[in-house]
C-alpha cells in the first residue's frame, strides 16, 4: 500500500521538519506570506542547518519544496535546493514532483527556477504517466506555464506508454463549453507539435475532434453553437499544419471488412453526413481544400456526393417546409461548388447512385449542375459555365453572397446565375452548429 505507507511517513517521521520550515517561511498565512518570507530567510537557513543531521533531513525539505512550489514562493525553495532538497522526490501521494506542482499551480517562474536546478522536463509521474508539458496543455489557465516549458526546451512530440502528446492531451481536454484549450493548442502546434500523432488506440487530433462535432450534434442548441466554435478555431488550426481532415480513421487500406467493425469517420464525412447542421465546418474544410472523398480508401469508402445527395434525400422526405428545403438546397449547392472550384477534376458520381433522386423535382437543379447528365455518359465533365460559377461563387465565399454577387460589374442575367435559385433561404449563418434532434 504504497499510498497509506507514504502518509504514515509524511506524519511520524519528517512532518514536523517540514512544520517547522512552513512556519519559517510564513506558508500558514497567506495574506502575510511575502513580509515572512522576506523577514525570515535567514531563520530558515538557520533551522536547516540545525537539523541537517536528522535522519529524515533530505525527505522534509524535499517535501518542503513541494509545499512552497505549490505557494509560488521562490527565495525559500532556492534556500531549500541549496541545502540539498532532491528535484526528482515525489510527493508520497500524488506522485508529482516539485515542477508537476508549479505547472498545476500555475507558476512559471517556479518553474523556470527548478528547470535551473536541474529539473527533467520531460519527467512522468508513475501513476498518470503525465509529464509536466502534459499538465500545462490540459487548462488555458496553465498557458504561461506551457509556454516557459517549451522554451526551456521540453519535448513537444514526447509520448506517454499509450502515445498520447501533450497536443493530443489538451484536445481530450477540451470539450467546447467550459474548457477551451484553443490558445494551448495553437502554442504546441507553432512549436513543432506532430499533428498526425497516433496513440495505440487509434487517436489522433481529428478523431478529438470528430468526438467534439457528435457531442455538438448531440447537445442542446446552446451547447452546438459554443461548441461549433471552438470547432472552427481548432480546425483552422490543424488544417495549417497539415492535417487530413478527409483520411478516414478505419484502420487498413481496402476499408472495412463484411462484418467488420467500423472505425471513426473522417472530420469532412461527419461533415457532408450533416451538412445541413455542420455546415460553417463543412465550408471551411471544403474552403481549405479538403478532400471531397476518402483519402484512404477512396471512392469505395464515401465520397461528399454521395453524403451530401443522401442527406438531402432524407432530410427532404415528407418535408412540406418550404423554408427548410431552401436552405437544404442551398447549403448543398454552396458546398457541391466549393468541391467543384477546389477540385475541377473530381469525378462525378455514377448515373446510377442518383437514380433513385431524379424522380424528386427539388433535387432537379441540383443534379443538373452537379450530377451525370442524364443522356451522357457518366463520367461526362461538367459545363464550362458550371467550373466558371463554381470558381466565382468559391471567391465570393458563402457568407452574404447575395449582396456580394449584386456588387458585381455584370449583366442582372449572370448575377441570377450565381445565386441559389430557392427564393426561401434566409442568409446563412457562418458560425453555429445545430444539434441533431434525433440523436439526443
Not at 506570506?33 to 531563520?43: L, P, Q
Request: charged content about 25%; aromatic content about 6%.
Amino acid at each position: 500500500m504504497p499510498f497509506l505507507h507514504g502518509f504514515r511517513r509524511i506524519v511520524y517521521e519528517y512532518q514536523p521538519l517540514v512544520d517547522a520550515v512552513m512556519y519559517v517561511v510564513g506558508i500558514e498565512e497567506e495574506e502575510e506570506v511575502a513580509e515572512r518570507n522576506s523577514e525570515g530567510e535567514g531563520v530558515l537557513v538557520e533551522l536547516l542547518e540545525k537539523e541537517a543531521e536528522s535522519a529524515v533531513f533530505e525527505e522534509g525539505i524535499s517535501y518542503a519544496l513541494l509545499k512552497v512550489t505549490e505557494r509560488g514562493l521562490a527565495s525559500p525553495a532556492e534556500i531549500l535546493l541549496r541545502h540539498g532538497a532532491d528535484l526528482n522526490f515525489e510527493d508520497p501521494v500524488s506522485y508529482y514532483t516539485a515542477l508537476h506542482v508549479a505547472v498545476l499551480k500555475n507558476r512559471p517562474r517556479m518553474v523556470q527556477l527548478l528547470a535551473r536546478n536541474g529539473a527533467d522536463l520531460n519527467r512522468r509521474d508513475r501513476i498518470h504517466e503525465s509529464s509536466p508539458l502534459d499538465l500545462a496543455s490540459e487548462e488555458l489557465e496553465r498557458l504561461p506555464c506551457l509556454r516557459m516549458l517549451l522554451d526551456l526546451g521540453a519535448d513537444v512530440n514526447a509520448r506517454d506508454r499509450n502515445g498520447k502528446t501533450a497536443l493530443l492531451h489538451a484536445l481530450a481536454s477540451s470539450d467546447g463549453l467550459t474548457v477551451r484549450n484553443t490558445d494551448n493548442i495553437q502554442l504546441l502546434l507553432e512549436k513543432g507539435a506532430d499533428v498526425r500523432a497516433t496513440t495505440q488506440d487509434g487517436e489522433t487530433a481529428v478523431s478529438s475532434l470528430v468526438f467534439l462535432v457528435k457531442e455538438a450534434l448531440e447537445g442542446t442548441e446552446e451547447d452546438a453553437s459554443e461548441i461549433g466554435r471552438f470547432c472552427l478555431a481548432v480546425a483552422r488550426l490543424l488544417l495549417v499544419h497539415g492535417a487530413d481532415p478527409s483520411c478516414c480513421l478505419t484502420p487498413g487500406d481496402m476499408g472495412p471488412e463484411p462484418g467488420e467493425e467500423v472505425g471513426e469517420p473522417s472530420l469532412t464525412q461527419t461533415c457532408l453526413e450533416y451538412f445541413d447542421l455542420l455546415f460553417p465546418l463543412a465550408v471551411l474544410l471544403l474552403e481549405r481544400g479538403g478532400p471531397f472523398l476518402c483519402t484512404r480508401h477512396s471512392a469505395p469508402c464515401w465520397t461528399g456526393h454521395g453524403l451530401i445527395f443522401g442527406r438531402l434525400g432524407s432530410a427532404l422526405a415528407g418535408s412540406q417546409d418550404p423554408v427548410l428545403e431552401a436552405e437544404l438546397l442551398t447549403k448543398a449547392e454552396l458546398l457541391l461548388d466549393l468541391a467543384l472550384a477546389s477540385s475541377p477534376h473530381l469525378p462525378l458520381p455514377p448515373r446510377a447512385d442518383l437514380r433513385h433522386f431524379e424522380r424528386d423535382p427539388r433535387l432537379q437543379g441540383l443534379l443538373f449542375l452537379h450530377g451525370s447528365p442524364p443522356r451522357d455518359q457518366d463520367a461526362a465533365p461538367p459545363q464550362l459555365r458550371c467550373l466558371c460559377r463554381a470558381a466565382i461563387r468559391r471567391c465570393l465565399g458563402p457568407w452574404h453572397l447575395q449582396s456580394k454577387a449584386q456588387a458585381l460589374p455584370l449583366p442582372d442575367s449572370l448575377k441570377r446565375y450565381l445565386l441559389p435559385a430557392h427564393k426561401h433561404c434566409s442568409e446563412l449563418s457562418p458560425d453555429c452548429f445545430k444539434p441533431h434532434r434525433t440523436l439526443r
